[in-house]
T-cell receptor, first 116, second 114 residues
Framework: EAGVVQSPRYKIIEKKQPVAFWCNPI?????LYWYLQNLGQGPELLIR????????DSQLPKDRFSAERLKGVDSTLKIQPAELGDSAVYLC??????????????FGPGTRLTVL | GENVEQHPSTLSVQEGDSAVIKCTYS??????FPWYKQELGKGPQLIID?????GEKKDQRIAVTLNKTAKHFSLHITETQPEDSAVYFC?????????????FGKGTLLTVNP
């Protein structure tokens, strides 16, 4: 069974440019998460979806970040415009909805963003 | 919000030795504590977890202990092997209906020397 798929794996852009990351969760997983992982740190939640609904976006910087999961399957995270401090790894994870916080979260390999 | 402290930040052991990583959490309402292993270029992967109604859990060479009173939990790896080399993250979950969140520690880079 395929795991969580993310693309691109690496992205280098200049500051003030837009960038988008794509995630396809494990089939049947209704819950999808986007995390930010800075170098030497643990992942930090940006947004959590239950199906197509964003149920927790309290940590998403809404002035420049946006996300969507239109059909309740794959998801896109966008940054516009990117800043130097956005350089990090963006991780996507998915889990079964039933069981909520006690369900294992399966992570993708991440997209490493470098903003020059 | 929840705060998870993890120590040490780096740990180097000889193959066959044991490794222990310790974490503390701040929110006494947290009741689920997973541990993740992250290899280079990959996302974190769950290796073991424990709920607050259990004091210890073991799975082959890895075990986790939890002290609710002191609000700390630990990962123990015995008979370490080179393939155990990775970054390990502890985490804590505070339930709250739809507002639950996994809070991670900063990670421990474990190096197992052959």
């Amino acid at each position: 069974e395929a795991g969580v798929v993310q693309s691109p794996r690496y992205k280098i852009i200049e500051k003030k440019q837009p960038v988008a990351f794509w995630c396809n969760p494990i089939s049947g997983h209704n819950t999808l998460y986007w995390y930010l992982q800075n170098l030497g740190q643990g992942p930090e939640l940006l947004i959590r979806y239950e199906n197509e609904e964003a149920v927790d976006d309290s940590q998403l910087p809404k002035d420049r970040f946006s996300a969507e999961r239109l059909k309740g399957v794959d998801s896109t995270l966008k940054i516009q415009p990117a800043e130097l401090g956005d350089s990090a790894v963006y991780l996507c994870a998915s889990s079964l909805e039933a069981g909520g916080p006690y369900n294992e979260q399966f992570f993708g390999p991440g997209t490493r963003l470098t903003v020059l | 919000g929840e705060n998870v402290e993890q120590h040490p930040s780096t740990l180097s052991v000889q193959e066959g030795d044991s490794a222990v990583i310790k974490c503390t959490y701040s929110d006494s309402a947290s009741n689920y504590f997973p541990w993740y292993k992250q290899e280079l270029g990959k996302g974190p992967q769950l290796i073991i977890d424990i709920r607050s109604n259990v004091g210890e859990k073991k799975d082959q060479r890895i075990a986790v202990t939890l002290n609710k009173t002191a609000k700390h939990f630990s990962l123990h790896i015995t008979e370490t092997q080179p393939e155990d080399s990775a970054v390990y993250f502890c985490a804590a979950v505070r339930p709250g209906g739809s507002n639950y969140k996994l809070t991670f520690g900063k990670g421990t880079l474990l190096t197992v020397n052959p």
